[in-house]
């Protein structure tokens, strides 16, 4: 090791999901979307002025979908901090919100990139297990108990990723409660799928922020927008430590095409409705199979296959060209990350796993 490596700052990164580049594959590994935006999205992008948009710098303040957005959720009182992608929108909330000694608290088995964040901003923090049945404990969360758990922030991903598991609002209203001296955030990556959004507890309680991306249920992953939703305190906060980082970081396209997407309802609902459809359809073939499948609330089912060892599947999948997720660690690796496709992708899914089987 040379002597100026050692200064250097080293970190175990987050691994996201491979991106082959060859076409003919089946993509079922990192949760995207299996239809594309709504045309306007495709629209809107086209009709822009492509070349002052690539010759300006952005507009910092995100000013026009900050606005769109507050009035599609209604939150005229809230404010609305709009980020790189939800992961950058994350890792601010992460360097604004948790400054504290105490180690903040999110649960074992959930997104790995909070451990991540949290170790290369120096936060100290605590995984709570979740329970057999891969479901977050709220009372490990200080609910109905005196302060078990003293702590600097609470994170829970809900539905949680990767079991798709959901909280009730009511539950989520009770973390929140029960941790009012710090901010909790509530990362709502998949709550399109699950029809309970924590939106509605924004207005009693100032401690929370809540994370929403266009990546999964909008199909803008390439985009890369994601924004969180708060008090005018907290998101001022946000915004203050993001400018000290950087200023341009939305690309004009990918705001004006965040717009358009949020101005198409009926396609928006529509496409959320294939997914579910193929959702309940995968969770019959696949239980039929011998796969222990846990309740989702997302576009994914996490699914443990009892007749064959969830890594040899993975890989014998991956041989065929069909890319599904697999995590080492003790809690998941009997189980394969599946996000749902189209209803074709699906059955060359299945027609593969009776082949390997
Ligand atoms: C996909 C995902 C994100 C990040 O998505 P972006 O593409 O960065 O917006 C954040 N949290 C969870 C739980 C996710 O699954």
Redesign the pocket.
């Known amino acids: 090791m040379y002597k100026w490596e050692e200064n250097l700052r080293k970190v175990d990164p987050y691994v996201p999901g491979a991106q082959p580049k060859q076409k003919d594959v089946i993509k079922l590994n ?2 995207e979307n299996p239809y594309p935006p709504s045309p306007k999205v495709i629209a809107a992008i086209r009709e822009g002025d492509l070349e002052n948009d690539m010759r300006k710098y952005p507009d910092p303040n995100s000013s026009d979908l900050v606005r769109s957005l507050k009035e599609y959720y209604g939150i005229e009182d809230m404010d609305v901090f709009v980020g790189t ?6 890792s601010i909330a992460f360097l604004t919100c948790f400054n504290s000694d105490k180690p903040i608290i999110f649960p074992d088995v ?2 790995s ?1 909070y451990p991540v964040w949290a170790r290369v901003y120096g936060i100290p923090y605590k995984e709570i297990p979740v329970d057999e049945g891969m479901r977050i404990r709220v009372e490990d969360y200080n609910v109905g108990a005196e302060m078990k758990e003293p702590n600097g922030g609470v994170v829970i ?1 809900n539905p949680n ?1 990767p079991t798709g598991i959901n909280l009730s609002r009511k539950e989520i209203r009770e973390i929140v409660e029960a941790n009012s001296d710090v901010v909790v955030i509530v ?1 709502e ?2 709550v399109d799928y699950s029809g309970e959004s924590a939106l509605s507890l924004l207005v009693d309680h100032e401690n929370l922020l809540i ?1 929403r ?4 249920s909008r199909a803008m ?1 390439g985009a ?3 924004f969180a939703i708060g008090s005018p305190r907290l998101i001022k906060a946000m915004n203050d430590v993001a400018q000290s980082v950087n200023s341009y970081t939305k690309p004009t396209t990918s705001l004006r095409a965040a717009v358009a997407s949020v101005e198409d309802e009926e396609y928006f609902r529509a496409r959320i409705d294939d997914v579910l459809k193929t959702r309940a359809r995968t969770v019959l073939e696949l239980k039929k199979r011998g796969f222990n499948v846990l309740p989702s609330s997302t576009n994914f089912v996490f699914a443990a296959p009892t007749r064959i060892d969830a890594k040899l599947l993975f890989e014998e999948l991956g041989d065929r060209k069909i890319y599904v997720r697999y995590f080492t660690g003790e809690r998941t690796s009997k189980y394969l990350r599946i996000t749902i496709g189209t209803d074709r992708e699906m059955d060359a899914l299945f027609a593969a796993i009776d082949e390997i089987m």
Do not use: E, Q, W
């Open positions: 990192t949760n992608g939800s992961d950058d929108v994350l959930t997104y990139f991903a990723a990362d990556a998949y994370v991306t266009f990546s999964k992953a890369r927008i994601g």
